[in-house]
C-alpha cells in the first residue's frame, strides 16, 4: 500500500517490558513503515533497554502521560502523530483504515479507533466493549485506550496534552473536537483484557464511569487520581 502520508507513533511507558516485546515488532512490521517513538516516565524494568534493541526513538523527559505523550510528539517528523498505549494492538487492517479515511476524507483532522478486546472470549468482554461503543455513540467521547491520531500541523497549533494527572485522554479529546473535525474510525484498536479481568469487567466500567460524572462535576483530576490509584 502506497501512502501520502507518514505516520509517527508515540507511546508513553512506565515499566512495559512485556508489552513492549510484543508491540515493537508488530508495528515494525506494518507498511508503509511507522516512525516509532516511545516516551519513558521512569521505569525500573527494561521498557528502555527494550526500546533501544528495537532501533526505535526513546526520550525519557518527565512523568506522567499527558507530559510523556507530549515530549514523545515533540520528537515526532512525520505527518499524523498517534497515541498507543502499549498494550494495544494495531491490526494491519486498521492501519490502512486510518491512511485511507485520511485521504478520502480531507476535512478529518483526527479522531480515534472502535475500542475491541477482540481475541477475548466471552459474554463479559463483549458487553465491556458495548458499554464503550455506548459512551462514544451518546458522548462522543472515546478514551486513550482508542489510539488518538491527529495532524502534527494541529498539534503544533497548541494542542498538546495537558499536563494532569489523570483525565488527560478526555480533557484533550474534548478541547480538540471543539477545535477541529475529529472522528472515531469503525476499524478496531485492540486492547488488552488484562486489567479489566483482574479488577473485574463490571467493577471497571462503573469505576471509569463514577470517575468521569466526578471529573465532569468538577472534582480535580489531582484528587482522583489519589482514588484511581487505590
Not at 527494550?50 to 518527565?62: F, H, Q
Not at 500541523?153 to 479529546?173: A, C, K, R, T, Y
Not at 463514577?210 to 471529573?215: D, K, N, V
Amino acid at each position: 500500500m502506497i501512502s501520502q502520508f507518514t505516520v509517527s507513533v508515540i507511546i508513553p511507558t512506565l515499566n512495559e517490558e512485556t508489552n513492549l516485546s510484543r508491540l515493537l515488532p508488530q508495528l515494525q512490521a506494518l507498511t508503509p513503515p511507522l516512525e516509532i517513538i516511545v516516551s519513558d516516565g521512569g521505569s525500573v524494568d527494561n521498557s528502555t533497554i527494550i526500546a533501544e534493541k528495537n532501533g526505535v526513538l526513546l526520550c525519557c523527559e518527565g512523568r506522567g502521560r499527558g507530559a510523556q505523550l507530549n515530549a514523545g510528539a515533540d520528537l515526532a517528523t512525520s505527518d499524523v502523530l498517534l497515541f498507543l498505549h502499549a498494550d494495544s494492538t494495531l491490526p494491519v487492517a486498521s492501519y490502512c483504515g486510518l491512511l485511507e479515511s485520511l485521504a478520502a476524507q480531507e476535512e478529518l483532522r483526527g479522531g480515534a479507533f472502535r475500542f475491541s478486546l477482540e481475541g477475548t472470549p466471552g459474554l463479559w468482554p463483549r458487553l465491556y466493549e458495548f458499554n464503550v461503543q455506548l459512551r462514544c455513540r451518546l458522548l462522543n467521547l472515546p478514551y486513550g485506550d482508542q489510539g488518538f491520531f491527529i495532524y502534527r500541523s494541529n498539534w503544533q497549533q497548541g494542542l498538546q496534552f495537558s499536563d494532569i494527572p489523570l483525565m488527560e485522554d478526555v480533557e484533550w479529546w474534548r478541547r480538540v473536537n471543539d477545535t477541529l473535525k475529529m472522528c472515531i474510525l469503525p476499524y478496531p484498536l485492540i486492547t488488552s483484557a488484562r486489567r479489566f479481568q483482574k479488577r473485574g469487567y463490571l467493577v471497571s466500567a462503573m469505576r471509569n464511569l463514577w470517575m468521569l460524572t466526578r471529573y465532569q462535576c468538577g472534582v480535580s483530576p489531582f484528587k482522583l487520581v489519589e482514588e484511581y490509584s487505590k
